[in-house]
């Protein structure tokens, strides 16, 4: 039989240990050793049975196990302590407290998935696991975040494999009573609801979850409740399950939901209204509409109110390819606004925001980046790389301006340390340095850790691994179908002298799960080397509708069911927070081949290398400039890059092929003999792993690590990212828009009127003639040059614009290089809308030199020169 509801039935604590709860419920405890410790110490059988589920462990607890905790002081005590030590932990000033009054007073971020523990499995990837450890840094650093989301019945599916090796999906349903989240309530008890309409006298409703990431507030709306039809309750089934209208209202709830749960916690909790929103990724890009909405209904116009939202909006694009974002039919935005989603708010004016209408757009789509770029002020990729290839790739949003000159900069991810750091590496580091807790800055002394330490440290962490590898071998093959009695050889696989190198990622088909694989044979020979052989663990999810990512899955998996192979490399399914957790320290080398330069920023190189782990990866995302050649290794890559251009020397296959060969030299030649201490192959006298003599290390291999501890680990810190955040773009909103809501918003009503007043008269302006005075026949470097321009502004006045030089290294199709700028001033007003701009240079480089003209809309409302997309030049 099959229960037709299920529901949880919480534990009611003895009062002397009723601190419990609040240490279960506050997620904090995800990356607080103590915590997590006294979990295990209250029944540790309990414990693992539950998964490392505070939740569920205490709710699995007999009475007679409560009492037996309740009489024991010591117990009591510890308990107690923690309480005190996570009431200081939410309410003393951080470093956030010390920027003072300026600092915005409150900041939400939205985002379609969270990667904050395996308790609560609202992720499926990169994006949910950076979002995750966006919202811990900024409880450890006291930024006053609010984090906005969906919370999926069944979250993102967990992954097996059927005897053949393909993947297959499951979808356990979620009970919300059983994870660490409060329901919000009115004052009668009442669940608290949000409401949008939909087409067909429709109506979607959601109720708003709160979790409590350290100090930090997570809502997720959930519309699995009475009062919605079938398909309206559907709506948060899965993380990025369905497609169409399904998708676009899962982002209509994320978006203009999220702001309407917004206002509802305000309500009820007295929370300050936040002063920046930060759009993680476009999917959440109707929380501009939404905010549009909300102004408009007070009377105030479409360009006023757009004005205002986009100066307080930061938008950060997560894709390095126009195949990954969100794009919808015009017709179907349409449709579903045309319900009274945001009835002040004109449709067409919407629909403006999201249209492809630039060069190479469809003009019938809607996409969800450029609504993005379109509704905020401020808009960065997720490292440098990244951001270059976003200017590329939006490039036809700012015709007229140099890619470098798109308004899109870049903050290089980072990871929360005290979330990846495995807990021996902690505590080596307070042993050593003897202080109470590590922070980013301490592991710059770890090159006084003795070698001996340090090597004895790296194998125990791989014999963790190993240890949780051959656990999950066992299980995947009885999923798969075998027996009990044909497993025997799971107890051998891996061995924990042998360099090990992990890959776990999502599979998207860039990401090249396969590459190891273009030639097996020599694959093989390295995993079987007699005197360094290498061991690879590899783990990783395809989307259930990607086939190519679940061949390449099958491909690998079958390729490790060789009995001559399956102790040296094995996948393992159901990749998740709790498996990475063992996955990233236990490994020595982290690999990474994405295609070039299709990987935004990518972290998990960077938990590997806060664990001493060596990175070999293409030069992508965020290892293009963080890779100093002491840190890991560079795989030379096949096409190499011009700028923000691939230049495309050889087909795929090719470049896999050439690309797969450099990797399989480099594990051979270098990374491994360096593992062992071994001279590279061909001298004389090699030892294999087992060989060594007992008081050997490999020392330049160890000193590698302490090089990546020190030098790398606080580049790669989520703490060295929000601060980053914080200081180049949230404080900077938060002027922007302060400035703009001054005085009832009149410097916005100001700024959207002259902007009005610029685009109406920019066709009137032009260039339209331009001198040079004092150059002579044969120029030198220190020569001066004055540069006159006629230019015709129409109906526009000087203050309205800029006019400037650009000046510099000219290329033999006369582009500009390493160029500056000299802004022109008026030297003469000629009449009927002309002037003449002067103003002098100095030549300061050698050889072809070169310079123009322009004309730019300059108003100190504006957060970059190019923020309108206009541009008259020479």
């Known amino acids: 039989m099959k229960a037709i509801r299920r529901f949880t039935v919480r534990t009611v604590l003895p009062e002397s240990i009723a601190p419990l709860a609040r240490l279960a419920k506050n997620l904090r405890w995800s990356w607080h050793q103590p915590t997590l410790e006294l979990f295990h110490d209250l029944d540790p059988q309990n414990w693992e049975a539950s998964g490392h589920d505070p939740i569920r462990a205490l709710g699995a607890a007999s009475r007679q196990t409560l009492e037996r905790i309740a009489a024991d002081p010591e117990l009591v005590e510890r308990i107690r302590t923690l309480d005190e030590g996570l009431e200081h932990y939410l309410s003393a000033p951080r470093w956030y407290q010390s920027l003072g009054e300026d600092a915005p007073r409150s900041i939400a971020y939205f985002s379609p998935e969270y990667g904050i523990s395996a308790v609560l499995p609202q992720y499926s990837g990169g994006l949910g696991i950076l979002a995750g450890d966006h919202l811990k840094a900024a409880s450890d650093l006291g930024v006053p ?28 349903v979620l009970d919300p009573n059983g994870l660490p989240l409060t329901l919000l309530r009115e004052e009668d008890g009442t669940p608290s609801r949000i409401n949008l309409p939909l087409p067909n006298g429709r109506h979607l409703m959601a ?80 929380l501009g509409v939404e905010r549009i909405r909300e102004l408009m209904d007070t009377g105030m116009g479409w360009e006023e109110a757009l004005t205002v939202t986009r100066a307080s909006t930061v938008f950060t694009t997560h894709t390095p390819v126009p195949a990954g974002i969100d794009r919808f039919d015009q017709a179907e935005v349409r449709h579903f606004l045309s319900a ?12 403006a925001l999201g249209a492809e209408d630039y060069e190479g757009g469809d003009s019938g789509k809607f996409n969800m980046a450029v609504m993005g770029l379109r509704l905020a002020q401020r808009a960065n990729g997720v490292a440098k790389l990244h951001g270059e290839v ?69 194998r125990r962490l791989r014999s963790n691994l190993i240890e949780d590898v051959r656990g999950r071998v066992r299980a995947a093959w009885l999923k798969r179908g075998a027996a009990d009695a044909q497993l025997g050889w799971t107890d051998e696989v891996l061995d924990p002298d042998i360099l090990t190198i992990g890959f776990a990622r999502r599979v998207p088909t860039y990401k090249r799960l396969t590459l190891m694989l273009r030639d097996p044979a020599r694959l093989k020979a390295l995993l079987l080397h007699p005197t360094h052989p290498v061991q690879i663990v590899v783990a990783g999810k395809s989307h259930p509708a990607d086939e190519q990512g679940k061949r390449m899955i099958q491909d690998l998996v079958q390729f490790t069911d060789d009995p001559e192979l399956r102790h040296r490399i094995v996948f393992l399914p159901n990749y998740d927070i709790a498996m990475a957790r063992t996955l990233f320290p236990g490994c020595d080398v982290w690999l990474n081949n994405p295609i070039r330069p299709l990987e935004a920023s990518g972290t998990s190189g960077m938990k590997s290398a806060i664990n001493g782990g060596l990175n070999v990866s293409i030069m992508d995302g965020w290892w293009d400039e963080m890779y100093d050649g002491d840190n890991g290794w560079a795989i030379p890559s096949a096409n ?8 495309e020397l050889y087909t795929a296959d090719q470049r896999d092929d050439i690309e797969a060969s450099a990797l399989y030299d480099l594990l051979e030649n270098t990374v491994a003999p360096l593992f062992y201490g071994q001279e590279p192959p061909g001298d004389a006298g090699a030892a294999g792993p087992s060989d060594a003599p007992a008081d050997s290390l490999p020392r330049e291999w160890l000193e590698m690590v302490k090089h990546t501890l020190a030098e790398l680990g606080p580049q790669v810190s989520a703490s060295r990212m929000l ?41 009137g302006v032009s260039v339209e003639h331009v001198d040079s005075i004092g150059i002579s026949d044969a120029p030198q470097i220190g020569d001066s040059l004055t540069i006159q321009a006629y230019v015709s502004l129409g109906s526009l006045k000087p203050s309205d614009v800029v006019v400037e030089a650009a000046y510099g290294k000219v290329s033999s199709t006369d582009k500009l290089s390493d160029h500056q700028f000299l802004d022109l001033q008026v030297a003469e007003d000629l009449g009927s809308g002309r002037y003449l701009y002067s103003g002098t240079l100095h030549i300061e480089v050698a050889g072809s030199f070169g310079y123009t003209v322009r004309v730019l809309p300059e108003h100190s409302g504006l957060a970059s020169k190019a923020e309108l997309g206009l541009v008259a030049n020479a």
């Open 207 to 286: 109720q708003i979850w709160r979790a409590d990431v350290g100090r930090v507030p997570l809502l997720l709306l959930d519309a699995d409740v009475r009062g919605n039809d079938d398909a309206a309750r559907g709506i948060t089934d899965r993380l990025y399950g369905g497609g169409g209208d399904h998708r676009l209202q899962q982002e209509l709830l994320l978006g203009m939901g999220g702001v309407k749960a917004l206002r509802v916690f305000e309500r009820l909790t007295g929370a300050p209204s936040p002063e920046v929103y930060h759009t993680n990724e476009g999917h959440a890009g109707f």
């Open 390 to 458: 976003s200017r590329q790739m939006f490039s036809g949003l700012w015709p007229g301006f140099d890619v470098s000159e798109v308004p899109i900069t870049s903050v290089t991810n980072g990871v929360h340390v005290p979330t990846w750091v495995d807990p021996q590496l902690t505590e080596l580091a307070k042993q050593q340095f003897g202080i109470a807790s590590v922070h980013d800055r301490d592991w710059a002394r770890a090159y006084e850790v003795p070698d001996q330490e340090l090597w004895d440290l790296r």
């Open 640 to 647: 190499p890059r011009e700028g923000t251009h691939t230049r």
């Open 145 to 172: 975040l609010v984090g906005v989301g969906l919370l999926y019945q069944a979250g993102y599916f967990k992954q097996s494999l059927s005897r053949d090796g393909w993947q297959q999906e499951t979808y356990p």
């Open 723 to 763: 601060k980053d955040y914080v200081n180049r773009l949230y404080r900077p909103a938060s002027d922007s828009g302060r400035t703009a809501a001054a005085n009832q918003y009149q410097a916005a009503k100001e700024l959207a009127a002259w902007i009005l007043k610029v685009r109406d008269g920019w066709s």
């Open 340 to 351: 009274g989603l945001a009835q002040s708010v004109p449709t067409d004016k919407v629909l």
